[in-house]
């Protein structure tokens, strides 16, 4: 990571990758598309920082904030698993094409 994103709120955010979404989801709902792009971009940043489903965190849960809202935290579970999923099926399907052994050093070096 070579930036650290401003939150408005005290807690370092070296080493974390911060995804925002600009809506208020205390009053409104995540759309689909909002929801299908969240979990694309988790899946993406899972395969390409080595991430595991138990890193991914929301901003609450590193400072006195609602944020991300209680509307997008009662979707979160379900996205949550869907990234899991895809994340599973992605690295069967590179695992299964024959993937080079470099992949599956830097893949597995941390696991």
């Given at each position: 990571?070579?930036?650290a994103?401003d939150?408005?709120t005290?807690?370092?955010?070296?080493?974390?990758?911060q995804?925002?979404?600009?809506?208020?989801?205390?009053?409104?709902?995540?759309?689909?598309?909002?929801?299908?792009?969240?979990?694309?971009?988790?899946?993406?940043?899972?395969?390409?920082?080595?991430?595991?489903?138990?890193?991914?965190?929301v901003h609450?849960?590193?400072?006195?904030?609602?944020?991300?809202?209680?509307?997008?935290?009662?979707?979160?579970?379900?996205?949550?698993?869907q990234?899991?999923?895809?994340?599973?099926?992605?690295?069967?399907?590179?695992?299964r094409?024959?993937?080079?052994?470099?992949?599956?050093?830097?893949y597995?070096?941390?696991?």
């Open positions: 990571m070579r930036f994103g939150t408005n005290g807690y370092d955010t070296r080493g974390h990758i995804v925002a979404i600009e809506v208020d989801f205390e009053t409104s709902e995540p759309t689909l598309q909002q929801l299908e792009a969240l979990r694309d971009l988790l899946t993406w940043l899972m395969l390409s920082w080595n991430l595991t489903a138990e890193r991914i965190s609450k849960e590193h400072a006195p904030t609602d944020c991300p809202g209680r509307k997008f935290l009662a979707a979160l579970p379900s996205v949550m698993a990234t899991v999923d895809r994340h599973a099926a992605a690295i069967a399907d590179l695992c094409s024959g993937s080079s052994a470099d992949f599956t050093k830097v597995y070096r941390n696991r």
